[in-house]
């Protein structure tokens, strides 16, 4: 999965993935991501973020949710590792979208579980780059639209 | 309702975030990123990077700490607690690595209203601080403009969208 440097300090790509194998529609898999509460309080510590909906219930009942929400750029950044492992280098990444569309709650005990799918949606030879669009669903919804990761890779 | 006068407005760059090895690899830990690219020295240089690389998600936290700028400004007449996120762009012009100083300009695109609800949309154009040592990754898409006054060379543009419900939404 991860490229190794060589003893010339150059990086062998041969395990990441090449423009030229690529087709449109190609899968690059799909993985299922679980979010409690804790994950949550470490998420909006680590990102600065400390809006109370996402770690006191009655707080986010009074503003109208269901109960306390994923951050919508935890869901975001979560599924995002689809993309970089596949990819072989997070740096990779040079244009990443989404629209959130509804909510994920997080119940008390136990977890909330994302599934994201993701697919060969362009590909560019002049630019370098594919675009990968991700599916995101909680409970058969989906919780992100318009979910599209640009990736720069070797032709 | 979200301020009307606010569409346009453009704030002075910040004052640099120090982006430091720990946060990246605290920031990589939330949002269970494991690309040793994230968490080991080692791996980061043998894709070619000068250090431990940031998420692609990981300019949210310089980008909301700009945002507040505005968001928190009473004038703006923005109510946080009735604030939902609709959408959010990351683009990269090159990796964000341990080691940058980066400076934000953020400038607010955006401010409507439809009924109760408002949109207000900003965009924070993320820069490595000059004269820091983090101008050198790769040169973004057409280079630095020598004489323009914008603060250092561009690294990220965040461009973020807030619906606002209002009392009766």
């Given at each position: ?5 060589d ?8 395990t990441?993935?090449?423009l030229a194998?690529l ?9 299922t991501?679980?979010?409690?509460r804790?994950?949550?309080v470490?998420?909006a510590?680590a990102?600065?973020?400390f809006?109370?909906?996402?770690w006191?219930q009655?707080f986010a ?15 975001m950044?979560?599924?995002?590792g ?6 072989g280098?997070?740096?990779a ?14 119940p008390?005990q ?16 002049e630019?370098g780059t594919a675009?990968?669009d ?7 919804a ?14 | 309702?979200?301020?009307p006068?606010?569409?346009?407005r453009e704030?002075?760059a910040?004052v640099?975030?120090?982006?430091g ?12 990123a494991?690309?040793?690219a994230h968490?080991?020295l080692?791996?980061a240089r043998?894709l070619g990077?000068p ?12 980008a909301?700490?700009?945002?507040g700028?505005?968001v928190?400004?009473?004038?703006a007449?923005i109510d ?8 959010e ?9 341990a ?6 300009v953020l400038?607010v695109?955006?401010?409507t ?12 154009e993320?820069f490595?601080a000059?004269?820091?040592g983090?101008?050198?990754?790769s040169?973004?898409?057409?280079g630095?403009?020598?004489?323009s006054?914008r ?19």
């Open positions: 999965m991860t490229a190794q440097a003893r010339t300090g150059t990086v062998d790509t041969g990441r993935p090449r194998d087709a449109v529609g190609d899968s690059i898999g799909t993985r991501i679980e979010f409690d804790p994950r949550l470490r998420y510590g990102s600065g973020d809006n109370r909906i996402h006191d009655d009942e009074r503003v109208g949710l269901p109960g306390v929400i994923a951050h919508g750029m935890l869901t950044g979560s599924v995002a689809l993309v970089t492992e596949w990819a280098d997070p740096g990444v040079v244009d990443y979208t989404t629209r959130f569309s509804r909510p994920v709650p997080v008390a136990g977890t909330a579980v994302v599934e994201v799918a993701g697919k060969i949606a362009t590909l560019d030879a630019a675009r990968v991700l599916t995101v669903t909680f409970e058969g989906r919780v992100l639209m318009k979910t599209q990761a640009v990736v720069r890779l070797a032709p | 309702m979200a301020n006068d606010f569409q346009g704030y002075p910040t640099p975030y120090a982006v090895r720990e946060k990246i690899r605290e920031f990589a830990e939330a949002v269970g494991t690309d040793p968490h080991d080692v791996a043998g990077y250090d431990l690389v940031a998420p692609p998600t990981f300019a949210v936290v310089i909301q700490r700009s945002e700028q505005y928190t400004d009473p004038a007449g946080f607690s009735r604030v939902v996120h609709a959408d762009r990351f683009t990269h012009h090159r990796p964000i690595v080691g940058d100083e980066l400076v934000t400038h695109d955006s401010v209203s439809r009924g109760p609800l408002s949109m207000v949309t900003t965009r924070c993320i490595a000059p004269g820091t983090a101008e050198n990754g040169p973004a898409p057409g630095v403009d020598a004489g006054d603060p250092g060379t561009p690294v990220a543009t965040v461009t973020s969208t807030l619906a606002i419900r209002g009392e009766d939404a």
